[in-house]
């Protein structure tokens, strides 16, 4: 998938 | 965290406090497009919704504050204490035709349907036209201050090391994100035209000035 979502970017 | 992305967000702070330092400087927000930083505190509202919730790590934290207020004290700046300065009439991109698609996307492609997530990808769009209007602007004008160039080229340089930070993190640790480096792909290319005008003019100690 495009799956990142841990946002540990600004 | 990577020397490319710790560089893209130094090319980041650096193009916001260049921006603040030329109008505070000269008192004044000519040829600056408050549109555009409308839509750069509307990119950072969106995206750090998780501000108080997240915690990703000090650095992380102040970065995001920095950035936050740095967006709403330039609208202040433009928009009420040198308001008479601002250039309405070259100022004239409709947000709407960059808002309404960017948050239509979100809506469809996003990572996960969630408030916070659908918010991110919303910002995620946002930013990557959010320069649009600016650079309107500039081809309206026909030309922009030197001091103006150095805040646009810091500012396009800043997504394009993330991309570079993208690439790395991909071969590094398997990381990627999709609609982060295809919106930073569209960002950066959108700095193009800009990048060859300052690479070839500015940094030869000419004024820019594009083709009208």
Not at chain 2, 1 to 21: E, P, Q, S, T, V
Not at chain 2, 95 to 102: D, G, N, R, S, V
Request: hydrophobic share 50%; proline share 1%.
């Amino acid at each position: 998938a495009t799956k990142s979502m841990n946002k540990d970017e600004l | 965290m990577n020397i490319f992305r710790l560089g893209g967000d130094l090319a980041h702070l650096l193009a916001i406090i260049i921006l603040l330092l030329k109008i505070w400087t000269t008192r004044s927000c000519a040829g600056i497009s408050g549109k555009s930083q409308i839509l750069f505190a509307l990119t950072f509202t969106a995206r750090y919704l998780d501000l108080f919730t997240n915690f990703v790590s000090v650095y992380n934290s102040v970065m995001k504050v920095v950035y936050l207020a740095a967006a709403y004290a330039t609208l202040y700046l433009m928009y009420v204490k040198f308001k008479a300065t601002y250039d309405h009439n070259h100022d004239t991109f409709r947000l709407e035709f960059l808002i309404l698609p960017a948050a239509g996307l979100a809506l469809i492609i996003n990572h996960e349907f969630s408030i916070i997530e659908v918010m991110w990808t919303f910002s995620i769009y946002l930013e990557a036209v959010a320069i649009l209007p600016q650079l309107f602007m500039v081809s309206k004008t026909g030309e922009a201050e030197s001091i103006t160039s150095h805040y646009l080229f810091a500012l396009g340089s800043y997504r394009a090391l993330y991309i570079v930070n993208w690439v790395y993190r991909y071969y590094s640790e398997g990381f990627y994100d999709m609609i982060a480096t295809l919106a930073g792909v569209v960002q950066t290319v959108l700095y193009c035209d800009f990048f060859y005008l300052y690479i070839t003019k500015v940094l030869k100690g000419k004024k820019l000035q594009l083709p009208a």
